[in-house]
């Protein structure tokens, strides 16, 4: 609680502590990175040759093509998340990084490590979703 107290004074995160942010970020960005290759990955690979079983081959079908839009899915979601992760780089750089962008004031630091691209606080974000 004292933690908040004295995020409530600061107009900004100490350069230290933006550079252990920057940290966990690039941590997460290179692990994000990893994620979408491997979906890239299955979603480009094409048809599995070793299989010619052609009673097998009727029904894997079907499932290679939700497979497929499935992780087409997930690619553009994990794309939209490094992207996120970027643009608080971004932030970083220019010394805004974890201040909320309705209200101005300090983003929690636990709140920015479990979500570290976070652009709102807790409250700003439930005032958004009681709209």
């Given at each position: 609680?004292?933690?908040?107290?004295r995020?409530?004074?600061?107009?900004?995160?100490?350069?230290?502590?933006?550079?252990?942010?920057r940290?966990?970020?690039?941590?997460?960005?290179?692990?994000?990175?990893?994620?979408?290759?491997?979906?890239?990955?299955?979603?480009?690979?094409?048809?599995?040759?070793?299989?010619?079983?052609?009673?097998?081959?009727?029904?894997?079908?079907?499932?290679?093509?939700?497979?497929?839009?499935?992780?087409?899915?997930?690619?553009?979601?994990?794309?939209?998340?490094?992207?996120?992760?970027?643009?608080?780089?971004?932030?970083?750089?220019?010394?805004?990084?974890?201040?909320?962008?309705?209200?101005?004031?300090?983003?929690?630091?636990?709140?920015?490590?479990?979500?570290?691209h976070?652009?709102?606080?807790?409250?700003?974000?439930?005032?958004?979703?009681?709209?």
């Amino acid at each position: 609680m004292e933690d908040n107290n004295r995020n409530q004074d600061r107009v900004r995160y100490s350069d230290e502590e933006l550079a252990e942010f920057r940290e966990l970020i690039l941590e997460r960005l290179a692990r994000a990175r990893q994620d979408l290759e491997m979906l890239n990955e299955n979603v480009s690979g094409g048809d599995n040759a070793e299989d010619t079983a052609p009673t097998f081959k009727i029904l894997e079908e079907g499932s290679n093509v939700l497979s497929k839009e499935e992780n087409g899915q997930l690619a553009a979601r994990q794309y939209k998340y490094i992207q996120n992760l970027e643009n608080a780089l971004i932030r970083i750089e220019n010394k805004t990084y974890g201040v909320c962008r309705v209200t101005g004031k300090l983003i929690p630091k636990e709140r920015l490590r479990a979500v570290p691209h976070a652009t709102l606080s807790v409250e700003a974000k439930m005032g958004q979703k009681n709209k």
